[in-house]
């Protein structure tokens, strides 16, 4: 006689777990990650014909220069750590080398761009990196916002840039619209 219960599908199980991890949006042509963390690294390659890059989840993968003779560069991590100079703070804006726990982590991964999402103590950030058309760069924006209450004073340093220290003040976000939201001014040494 046959059982009425049938075993549950593992392939369906694992399908839904794994959905948990990522969406593909068709429309926008992106991929959401929502892990830092994955079964494998979910990668973007991003290029001209002059640069490549291709990035992970985690803003972290190899760099190649197409001019001749082709050769890659030995920096392939792309570290961009904010510190917040009151709590004495430090974390990184795409979770690796530190390894803070981000909330609200997402990468996503478009034609034409990688960004990375989260928050940490009341600062949300937003990271961004893309290759221009032409040209053997990389370029990188960072945008911050301020969910607390009260001021705080952050510095950003990156390891792409690591002559470079930015020191800002980051207001809260204003409830009211006018005159204008404020934004973070950085100020190079």
């Known amino acids: 006689m046959e059982s009425s219960t049938t075993p549950p599908n593992t392939n369906t199980t694992l399908l839904s777990q794994e959905a948990n991890l990522f969406e593909l ?8 990650i929502h892990t830092t ?19 992970d989840q985690c803003a ?3 760099t190649r ?8 560069l030995p920096a392939s991590y792309r570290y961009f750590y904010l510190k ?3 709590t004495e703070a430090v974390w990184n804006l795409s979770c690796q080398p530190l390894s803070t726990a981000l909330e609200n982590f997402e990468a996503i991964h478009n034609t034409s761009h990688s960004s990375y999402s ?4 009341q600062i949300e950030s937003k990271l961004v990196g893309f290759v221009p058309v032409s040209g053997s760069r990389e370029f ?15 510095s950003l340093s990156s390891n792409r840039a690591p002559q470079r220290m930015a020191r800002f003040t980051v ?19």
């Open 60 to 62: 972290q993968g190899r």
């Open 65 to 72: 220069v197409l001019q001749s003779p082709a050769r890659d």
């Open 25 to 32: 949006k068709p429309d926008t042509a992106a991929l959401h």
């Open 84 to 86: 917040d100079e009151a």
């Open 118 to 121: 989260g928050q940490y103590a």
């Open 37 to 55: 963390n994955p079964p494998a690294s979910w990668k973007n390659y991003l290029f001209n014909p002059d640069y490549y890059v291709e990035l």
């Open 140 to 154: 990188w924006t960072v945008q911050l916002t301020n969910t607390s209450k009260q001021t705080r004073k952050l």
């Open 171 to 189: 207001m809260p976000v204003c409830s009211n619209p006018m005159p204008t939201a404020r934004r973070a001014r950085a100020r190079l040494p």
